[in-house]
């Protein structure tokens, strides 16, 4: 096929943790496609390179009451491709037409490949801003938006990083503090990665 190219437009969102994000809108990203990032700024330049992965499915989704308004939320995974890693992220809404734009890595949410047919939980993402009242269940007025991704090696190497000093972040005596992996050229810090992803809406 002849490659298409297209210069992202910045734009602001709140949801966002960044609150600037960058789209596109001709080109939609295809599943076994590669696609490439130049960014050109103050007479620098980077390049990276990533595809996407077949996406796969969460199977048996369940919600289980577990004490007074709290829920958790539980699914079984059936991978079709030893061979794959997967990444599962999340976010809620009280609002039901509020749909939101972006989905936080959960804890523990990061799945190495060679996984067997197995049960999971799904638990919230990590919210320092609220740590000491944090739960890994969801509320009883919260709709859940669940997104199970197929991601590439480098997504993994990435993602499992990240997850492992955020967890290990919270331990005051023995912090941790490592800079992900990326495959961003010239010493950029993030990831270009392809999601072949599936999204679900769960709510008690």
Same mark, same amino acid.
């Given at each position: 096929d002849e490659a298409q190219t297209e210069t992202l437009t910045c734009y602001r969102d709140d949801q966002y943790p960044t609150k600037l994000v960058y789209k596109g809108v001709y080109i939609k990203g295809e599943v076994g496609?590669?696609?490439k #990032? $130049?960014?050109k700024y103050s007479g620098r330049e980077w390049d990276a390179v990533t595809t996407i992965?077949?996406?796969?499915e969460l199977y048996d989704i369940q919600t289980e009451w577990v004490r007074d308004t709290l829920y958790r939320i539980?699914?079984?995974i059936k991978p079709k491709d030893k061979q794959r890693h997967y990444m599962i992220r999340c976010a809620t809404s009280r609002d039901n037409d509020q749909r939101?734009?972006?989905l936080y890595p959960t804890l523990f949410g990061v799945i190495d490949k060679g996984t067997d047919e197995h049960q999971i939980t799904i638990n919230r993402p990590l919210d320092y801003a609220h740590? #000491? $009242?944090y739960t890994?269940?969801?509320h009883s007025q919260e709709r859940v938006y669940i997104s199970f991704s197929a991601i590439p090696q480098e997504g993994y190497d990435y993602w499992s990083i990240w997850e492992n000093c955020s967890v290990n972040s919270l331990n005051p005596v023995f912090p941790v503090d490592e800079n992900p992996p990326t495959?961003?050229?010239n010493g950029a810090q993030g990831i270009w990665c392809g999601y072949g992803s599936t999204y679900y809406i769960v709510a008690p």
């Open positions: 496609k590669s696609y #990032l $130049n960014i992965p077949e996406p796969e539980s699914a079984t939101p734009s972006y740590i #000491l $009242n890994t269940l969801f495959n961003i050229s």
